[in-house]
């Protein structure tokens, strides 16, 4: 038998300037919103979100005197992860916290962001489904964009008849799952619930879920995470 070992030197690299990095995005204007002045928020995310849904969310956040933490998976060799325009990584984006330093209870909300890879890696890591989860069980709320929606399923907090949205070729998926898929709106708000013992309605903790389709509404879905604030504190 002959042995092939693997080469790609047969192949003709491709450059930067050759990658795809998918549309243009519209982003909105955004002021600073004093309502998220010190709001601390948890920000799970693996490699490649779409570099606008983390960027512009960060900038608008922190620009607005709130605290937020990007947390990596344990694994991550570096001290930060690349975000990406569609297929090319672009940037570096700093994490404050690994998954096993987190503590869901120091923060008063969970952001979960679309992209390439970062949904495939988050939805598939035990102890940030877990962050998520136990998130949703004391009540938090739990803010979405893009395909940041896939996680929502894979914690087991897409409930029957919840209204939700996320990027066109996920929808199917959320469907499937049970959710009400709004593809109108930039911004859907809906009330999640999650069992907190045992299998009864009597243990049930309900929680705010806030979804936006696709970086297109990154501007109105900060908007949305400071409006949530502003009427909840």
Request: net charge negative; with cysteine.
């Amino acid at each position: 038998m002959v042995r092939m070992n693997y080469t790609n030197q047969h192949y003709e690299l491709i450059t930067r300037e050759e990658m795809d990095e998918g549309m243009d995005y519209l982003i909105g204007p955004l002021e600073p919103d004093p309502s998220l002045k010190d709001i601390r928020l948890a920000l799970p995310m693996g490699p490649c979100p779409e570099e606008p849904e983390i960027v512009v969310p960060l900038d608008f956040l922190r620009g607005s005197g709130a605290q937020v933490d990007v947390i990596a998976p344990d694994w991550t060799p570096h001290d930060w992860l690349p975000a990406t325009r569609f297929w090319a990584p672009t940037i570096k984006i700093p994490y404050q916290r690994k998954i096993s330093e987190a503590v869901i209870t120091d923060y008063q909300g969970v952001i979960l962001v679309g992209g390439t890879w970062n949904p495939a890696v988050v939805r598939t890591d035990s102890k940030i489904i877990t962050f998520i989860r136990e998130a949703a069980k004391i009540g938090l709320p739990i803010f979405s964009i893009c395909h940041g929606a896939q996680i929502l399923i894979s914690a087991g907090i897409v409930s029957e008849g919840l209204k939700i949205t996320g990027s066109p070729d996920i929808r199917m998926d959320l469907r499937n799952a049970g959710a009400e898929v709004i593809e109108d709106k930039a911004v859907v708000v809906d009330t999640g619930s999650i069992y907190i013992g045992d299998n009864n309605d009597s243990n049930r903790r309900n929680f705010q879920i806030i979804t936006s389709r696709d970086p297109n509404d990154v501007a109105s879905f900060c908007q949305a995470i400071a409006d949530y604030f502003r009427q909840y504190g």
